[in-house]
């Protein structure tokens, strides 16, 4: 749907030269014809009639040849259609003109670049979008271009390059990403062995963005290989400062970092992890440790206590399952499904009841014509999904949840 209206942002910029030039010169009487006919193609966009658009503006490049903007538009649409041979033959006629101005070969170079880049022909497109560059002729967008096309070819050198060219002509830091190129470029690093060089990349990394915490996790894992956990404790220490979001990322191999450096009271560190960043992966780690250290009625009365707080399913059925194997309590029974109950009564107040069949929309009500969509009776009431009940109990490796 939205992507009609980015094709009219070039449109309007193109129909803005053709007003001009319409000022300027006398184009006799297909002038105002074919501006009307324009505008009406360009309704037709609105009203996501795209065929009807083309249809009209192929009637218009067969009457007026000479018309840019209309075989901008046509050429344009016809790339979105897919018909990329077709969008490219169109934007090739164009360049190719003598009498074309400079502003208009820009906005046709960079269709054509598109369109290379469509049909993935990279090469050609990168040289386009370095000509427009070049030219000074929608730089911002080229380089922008560019730079897709060096992170589609995994040319992080090159991505960091455009990047640092982006940062000069628009004052954008660019950080985040030339961070993450650098640490794309210390992972090629590693892999061929190379840790000095990853080590440089990493500290590049880091001065571009001093929260990235990827660089992070790779030094940590490198000081771990190296043998040195007690600095990998330290450094995954920073990972929970940097983005706590990340933990359970890194959980396996923070606790391998904590025991090979011999940190005294693992089960206090998790703990302390967990009032940081209660995620499922740690919470079911959390409760295995307590479960060893402390017996099973630890465990079962440290899951209630999560699961009193958070809709977190993977733990009530980590308790379910714990319960489960235990001979039955009153009082901690009792415990147990309010627990439950409150989890399940959370996750139903939440859970929508009808679903649009056509575009997905999600109603807490029934809607006879889609609100999204606007499609009539294709929202119906959604029916509970059958459980595969061959699928075994969850298994302790907190691991195969991501599966
Ligand atoms: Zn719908």
């Not at 192929?58 to 903007?69: G, K, P």
């Not at 980590?318 to 959370?346: G, M, N």
């Not at 606007?374 to 009940?389: L, R, T, V």
């Amino acid at each position: 749907m939205i992507e009609w209206l980015f094709l009219l942002l070039p449109l309007a910029a193109a129909s803005g030269w053709w007003a001009a030039k319409r000022v300027g010169t006398s184009r006799g009487d297909a002038g105002p014809r074919a501006d009307s006919a324009f505008l009406r193609g360009l309704n037709f966009l609105l009203d996501e009639q795209p065929d009807k658009a083309i249809d009209l503006f192929v009637r218009l490049a067969e009457v007026d040849e000479e018309t840019t903007e209309v075989q901008l538009a046509l050429g344009s649409l016809f790339r979105r259609r897919g018909e990329v041979d077709r969008a490219i033959h169109i934007h090739q006629g164009l360049i190719s003109r003598p009498d074309l101005g400079r502003e208009e070969r820009g906005y046709a170079l960079f269709e054509l670049g598109q369109d290379y880049m469509r049909a993935g022909l990279f090469d050609r497109a990168e040289n386009i979008f370095d000509e427009l560059v070049e030219m000074k002729l929608h730089r911002e967008r080229a380089l922008e271009k560019l730079r897709e096309i060096y992170q589609q070819e995994k040319d992080w050198a090159r991505c960091l390059e455009i990047a640092g060219r982006l940062r000069r002509l628009t004052g954008e830091p660019m950080g985040t990403e030339s961070a993450q190129y650098h640490c794309e470029l210390a992972e090629e690093a590693l892999k061929r062995g190379q840790g000095a060089a990853a080590v440089t990349q990493l500290h590049q990394a880091r001065a571009a963005d001093p929260a990235c915490v990827r660089a992070t996790i790779l030094q940590a894992r490198m000081a771990m290989d190296e043998g040195d956990s007690r600095r990998a404790a330290v450094l995954y220490g920073r990972v929970v400062r940097q983005g706590p979001q990340f933990l359970p990322e890194i959980l396996p191999e923070l606790v391998a970092a904590y025991r090979r450096s011999h940190v005294a009271d693992e089960l206090g560190e998790l703990r302390r992890l967990y009032r940081i960043h209660p995620s499922p992966r740690l919470v079911t780690m959390l409760a295995e440790r307590i479960q060893e250290k402390e017996g099973d009625e630890a465990a079962i009365a440290f899951l209630v206590e999560h699961v009193t707080g958070r809709a977190d399913l993977v733990a009530l059925e980590r308790l379910l399952a714990l319960r489960a194997s235990k001979p039955a309590d009153a009082a901690r029974t009792q415990a147990v499904l309010r627990a439950t109950r409150a989890v399940i009564e959370h996750l139903g107040a939440h859970q929508p009841d009808y679903r649009c069949g056509h575009c997905g929309f999600v109603a807490r009500r029934l809607h006879w014509q889609c609100p999204s969509c606007g499609h009539w009776k294709s929202i119906e009431p959604i029916q509970p999904a059958a459980i595969d009940n061959r699928t075994p109990a969850l298994p302790s490796d907190p691991t195969v949840r991501a599966a």
